[in-house]
């Protein structure tokens, strides 16, 4: 498999982060890693973040607020 790129490294961040990437894409990636700062601070600062996300207590948003950022976003709002 040919060394991937950065571009091609973030195609594929969600499914290493999540371990759902083959060993052999995983180590390809790891070896990216190794020689691409760039890509390392990529990684750790979204690793981080989705380590803090998880520990978060989910919030109950007021169903105004709701719908007012739904109208905003001009999407459909799902039911309840």
Excluded: F
Aim: hydrophobic share 30%.
């Amino acid at each position: 498999m040919p060394k991937p790129d950065c571009r091609q490294l973030l195609a594929e961040l969600s499914n290493y982060l999540e371990g759902e990437a083959s060993p052999e894409l995983c180590r390809e990636i790891e070896r990216h890693l190794a020689g691409c700062p760039n890509c390392q601070a990529v990684v750790d600062t979204l690793s981080k973040t989705i380590s803090l996300y998880r520990t978060l207590p989910e919030e109950n948003v007021p169903d105004e607020a709701r719908r007012r950022l739904w109208r905003v976003l001009r999407l459909d709002l799902p039911p309840r």
